[in-house]
């Protein structure tokens, strides 16, 4: 995946769509050699009375695999053609609202329906980048059309839709926009409390293992953190670490390690991970809450968590 991926930017891909108005038909005599040029043939011609960057992303999504044969899976599958085309369909689709991306996500795996092959790679490439957080274009919410798709296409059996079927489930938990799940935790003098009863405008939602060299480097940052550490002086924000496991002895050392305004807690019922509350794919997994405990930033990383803030000063 990491030789695939090419991570644009917005500007850049806003300036390559004003770009490629008048793309040609594909050449495919020449495809084995130049790759990335075939793959700009292939983007489809851009009507001359949308001006707007945002129209254009619009129509590009929804046209981008016009030109693409799906029963040509030999062409396709040449320098890993259509798994480069897939991600920089998906750096498009970071542009368009959600509802363009549904209809595009629609009109692509219907006609992937042609060909099972294309179909099977294509899901198997949308759980891939979409679902796997250490992805550069993770992102459930783009993943639920294409799980949607899979569930109710009749070219799956009712067995090829369990898989699909599981991880919409675990992608519809704690959406962004939607009330976190709560649930009760636990402090070192046994008392307890419940994630919503905690008031604060923002609420972080840590969840993290003593043992995690990760959750090690995230938790100094968050206590270095200027940005992070004005919003809590200020009574702004609440950090609540969740400890999922139940290795006591290296929670309770552990818990030297935070900050004293921390809520440093344990979930002694052990029922986040055996009820399915959160989907915790990973250690360190973080949400960021708003006061009504509706979730602003879902699984996500400590930059986008700091940028969250500084735009909020």
Not at 28 to 35: H, I, L
């Amino acid at each position: 995946m990491a030789k695939i991926i090419r991570k644009i930017i917005p500007v850049i891909l806003t300036f390559t769509i004003i770009l490629l108005c008048n793309a040609r038909q594909p050449d495919k005599e020449g495809y084995t050699s130049r790759p990335d040029d075939v793959l700009r043939n292939l983007l489809p011609e851009m009507p001359e009375g949308l001006t707007e960057p945002s129209q254009r992303a619009a129509y590009l999504v929804l046209h981008y695999w016009d030109k693409y044969d799906f029963n040509d899976t030999a062409f396709l599958m040449t320098n890993d053609l259509l798994e480069r085309s897939f991600v920089d369909f998906l750096d498009i689709a970071s542009l368009v609202p959600g509802d363009t991306l549904d209809k595009s996500v629609s009109l692509l795996m219907k006609k992937a329906e042609e060909e099972r092959t294309v179909f099977l790679f294509l899901s198997k490439l949308s759980e891939q980048y979409l679902y796997n957080p250490e992805s550069p274009v993770y992102d459930e919410e783009k993943l639920i059309p294409f799980l949607r798709q899979e569930i109710k296409s009749p070219l799956l059996s009712d067995t090829e839709k369990i898989r699909p079927g599981f991880l919409l489930e675990n992608v519809m938990k704690n959406r962004t926009g939607y009330t976190a799940n709560d649930f009760t935790y636990t402090l070192k003098d046994e008392k307890t409390g419940t994630l919503h009863a905690i008031c604060a405008d923002y609420v972080l939602l840590y969840f993290n293992d003593p043992t995690c060299e990760d959750c090690h480097m995230l938790t100094r940052r968050l206590i270095v953190s200027p940005i992070i550490n004005g919003f809590i002086k200020r009574g702004k924000l609440k950090i609540l670490t969740v400890y999922t496991n139940d290795d006591m002895d290296a929670w309770e050392k552990y818990a030297s390690s935070v900050l004293n305004s921390w809520i440093y807690s344990r979930d002694a019922g052990q029922k986040i991970n055996a009820e399915g509350i959160y989907n915790i794919k990973r250690f360190p997994t973080i949400y960021l809450l708003d006061k009504d405990k509706k979730v602003l930033l879902k699984d996500t990383v400590f930059e986008k968590l700091e940028d969250y803030f500084s735009k909020q000063q």
